[in-house]
């Protein structure tokens, strides 16, 4: 069953370790079957190294297992209810990459301080407020899916503009169309962490990105006047 | 003697250097064998690339060696006491990590800020006072074992729900159930160590992680309601 | 056509991820060839790992595509910018390079804080400022190379005296007599950018290299009195 | 003329970029023989992936070449004036690695912060003062190796007891008993300069390692009451 699906998610999951994103199973991509319905996850706390495509499990929007005979990840509920709210994706990361993971835990949105994350975000990535205890005792990872919607939604966000998200506290998640994209945004996101830190440490006054670089930058790859890659040719 | 621990014992000395925790012959890992009341520890100074499992030296509890034609680590009498003090603790690890060590230079306990902490460290990683001369004189390395077990005492800390210490002015030490878990630990601890500073820098008024996010994560990895990874099924 | 030359820029795009200078496809290194006036670039959005010599673009100095079957990189404008206007360059770097990446971001010039920087840089590495609307809408990558320009006049400064700049909020170009000496140069510049930031948090007070000093190291590896490396002998 | 030398030094020589303390031809490593008086060192600016032992160039006490078809390194005069003044010296090491190159850009001393240093470096590592235009004028690299006799001489500092030393704006220098205890010093001053500047910045007021401390883990490993490692068996 979507066994062409579980090759893409082993190899997504694989590009996490590989791409200095992921220590031991720290991580989870997913990638969404439209025709079906359902999506298909990595198990949970197995090694990176031991796992094949068969090990994928395969779930559906209300997070139950519809085939695999391992446990899977434990943030399933949060993949499925971003699955069922945003048809729109193809993928999702979850990771506790460092540089992302720094500025989940500091609580402060990033900014669009350059073209590297004009080119791929289309203004701030949002930091989440906490789960309040309600929350955690209602269903955590299923909560932590509402928070991210409660986030996009209060501020306005298209989902696929602003492909990713931190959780205060907890780290980054990332998605696209199909999980190649999630897996990029993952590695974009940590880059941008990274560069904006030591931007504002060399200089604390340094502004962000003008809205009309942003702008240009965003719209060299996505929408209809693109003209990055290979595509329009 | 103990060979199947021994062989387990290198693997997890080389799982050091792989993990980017030591350079050179900065660090050493050992396991406790519950039958014969022994561990098992790497040589002291011997390069990690000649590193053979016929090279392990068998100690008991007062730090004598048993078997074995090197000399064991001279960190071997910590390794001893915390054994002969913790009949929980499986297996224990020392590096000399470098965003670790920062902490243990720095003086400062590294507390939660994230759910990367909380699924392994059920509270703030304590960083011990220095030894005094008196300690000094009397036996270094067995000292430092007991300022480990006292700053544990003085806090009220179980030994396993916060498996790992960094000592004031020297850098990490690690533990867990087996050696195996030891060396999980000292890697979870480097990552937090890292986080945590860069979190800080972003927003010198970020929070440590509510107390109930810290209780549910730690308790989806540990306890009788855990649900993280396989081992449920 | 211009097959060597292909072979040359297939090799210096190669070496950035190589030097941990680029991610994905966040680069492009091109180089001239005086014979023809024609230009060698690498295709725009294509993988590092399935680059071959044969998707090399020969474009020229109008940024016209001579020869390729891909489109050339989206920067091209830029490239063939510079080249009109410097005819000593033989090749031209382009990264998103973490370090150099900050600085552009943060909007200041690196300044020569040590002999890294003087071997191959004769004073600080200039940014420039932003792109205006009117210039974004004239066409982005062709102005990029414009502001540069401007940015070199303004500061009197010769070309190859200081081969790179920062671009604000984008990142840096470097260049040189030919593309090995691009590549090499935007490796210093990372170096550079990484150690500055450090030395001044080391030190908020720590000078500027001494003029004598900055003098004495450029003149070792340039101009008629070198006697760095082999060539002498 | 001493083959097993030029091995040695080739040795060395390729274990800087492996441990990540040079790019491209950014630094030296050389050996001193007692029996001929004469040193072995890199030559000039040739890469590290071409380098062969027989490349390695034979110099006498005054920088005189006394075998070899290649320039050595335009460092040789500051080797020279080193090996002539510290007869215990048998190896000495360059580079610009980044840690260390920062510390060197700030100016300030490397402090005693931890065991890490203290293990090695018997007190702060100095920082020199920047060479004067007389002193450039007059020959830079071997008054650059005078400017270290200085500053070890003011400070009554032992060779062997701190080997190393940060040169203004420059990088740093180390040095040992053989051209393998100067490659291991290069590393831990890089790990120790990395350290000490995270160590301050999550505690401005973390102190300096006690004496105590400092004096003890020296002695583990220095003198005749060392007891790390497997010499004493």
Redesign the interface.
Known sequence: MLEALKEKVLKANLELPK?HLV??T?GNASAFDKETGYFVIK????SYDQLKASDMVVVDLEGKVIEGS??PS?DTPTHAVLYKNYPELGGIVHT?S??A????????DVSA????HADTFYGPVPCTR????KE?DQG?EYETGNVIIETFKERGLGILDVPAVLLH???PFTWGKDVEAAV?NA?VLE?VC??????????SY??D??Q??LD?HYS?KHGKDA????K??
């Not at 198990?43 to 197995?46: D, I, L, R, T, Y």
């Not at 003209?227 to 290979?230: E, I, L, N, W």
């Open positions: 791409h220590e031991f720290w198990p949970s706390g197995v391992l446990n434990s506790h460092n540089w993971t720094a500025w989940a835990q500091s609580g402060v301080m350059g073209t590297t906490y789960l309040s205890q955690i955590y506290g907890h780290g990029y590695v880059n990274k560069m904006n830190i030591f931007a504002r440490q060399i200089n340094a502004p990105l003008p009309r670089i240009k060299r003209y990055y890659g290979q329009m040719k």
